[in-house]
């Protein structure tokens, strides 16, 4: 029955628009609002990168260029490598305002929660420079705190101009719809990333 906000950082990968040294990470928010009975109405999960950088890490693996307007090399010209768009930089969702969103993000969940800055962060994968320490900043909203009775039928209002539209979806639905496919079908999963997870498993700590 509340609002959730969620803003996390992670290790430098996007530089400012004009520049090719990264600042901020791929820097994530999303935001969950409620419907009249409580349930998640509607979810927005995002990056401040055009792409998820998981993405080119797995085109890096399979060797499969990346799409473009994707990353940057190290140079700052655009790329089709994954290799080089892991040297270099991913670009922004929407340009500078994509690297506005990453700056608030940085914001909350480093600047004010004393987590190393995504500059200072080490990666996620791998053993280069132990814990990454970045943060993450929660605000959750009581709608009823505003003294605003008619959030619910607001919001319901809100959700069918959209979804009264032909082709138009709310967002979260696709991925709602896709967790209730899953749990009904089970989850697909390629025989190299099961040897890959069978080898890791095998290998001594």
Same mark, same amino acid.
């Not at 690297?99 to 929660?113: H, K, N, P, W, Y």
């Not at 995504?118 to 994968?125: D, G, I, L």
């Not at 605003?148 to 009264?164: H, N, P, Q, V, Y």
């Given at each position: 029955?509340?609002?959730?906000?969620?803003?996390?950082?992670?290790?430098?990968?996007? +530089?400012?628009?004009? !520049?090719?040294?990264?600042?901020?990470?791929?820097? %994530? *928010? &999303?935001?969950?609002?409620? @419907?009249?009975? /409580?349930?998640?109405?509607?979810?927005?999960?995002?990056?401040?990168?055009?792409?998820?950088?998981?993405?080119?890490?797995?085109?890096?693996?399979?060797?499969?260029p990346i799409?473009?307007?994707?990353?940057?090399?190290?140079?700052?010209?655009?790329?089709?490598?994954?290799?080089?768009?892991?040297?270099?930089?991913?670009?922004?969702?929407?340009?500078?305002?994509?690297?506005?969103?990453?700056?608030?993000?940085?914001?909350?969940? +480093?600047?004010?929660? !004393?987590?190393?800055?995504?500059?200072?962060?080490? %990666? *996620? &994968?791998?053993?280069?420079? @132990?814990?990454? /320490?970045?943060?993450?900043?929660?605000?959750?909203?009581?709608?009823?705190?505003?003294?605003?009775?008619?959030?619910?039928?607001?919001?319901?209002?809100?959700?069918a101009s959209?979804?009264?539209?032909?082709?138009?979806?709310?967002?979260?639905?696709?991925?709602?719809?896709?967790?209730?496919?899953?749990?009904?079908?089970?989850?697909?999963?390629?025989?190299?990333l099961l040897?890959?997870?069978?080898?890791?498993?095998?290998?001594?700590?």
């Amino acid at each position: 029955g509340l609002i959730g906000l969620c803003f996390t950082h992670a290790p430098a990968s996007i +530089a400012p628009p004009g !520049g090719k040294l990264p600042v901020v990470g791929t820097n %994530p *928010f &999303s935001i969950a609002v409620p @419907g009249e009975k /409580g349930e998640a109405l509607l979810v927005i999960d995002q990056s401040a990168s055009a792409i998820a950088k998981s993405e080119i890490l797995l085109r890096s693996r399979e060797g499969v260029p990346i799409e473009p307007g994707w990353a940057l090399d190290a140079q700052g010209n655009e790329t089709l490598d994954a290799d080089a768009a892991l040297a270099g930089s991913m670009l922004p969702s929407g340009g500078y305002k994509g690297f506005g969103v990453g700056l608030l993000v940085e914001i909350l969940a +480093a600047a004010l929660t !004393g987590a190393n800055l995504s500059t200072e962060a080490s %990666p *996620f &994968s791998g053993p280069k420079g @132990g814990p990454p /320490g970045t943060g993450q900043f929660f605000i959750a909203i009581d709608p009823a705190g505003s003294g605003e009775a008619g959030f619910g039928g607001a919001m319901a209002r809100l959700a069918a101009s959209i979804t009264d539209q032909p082709g138009a979806r709310l967002p979260g639905k696709r991925r709602a719809d896709n967790r209730a496919r899953i749990e009904a079908e089970g989850v697909k999963v390629s025989d190299n990333l099961l040897a890959r997870i069978k080898t890791i498993a095998a290998s001594p700590p």
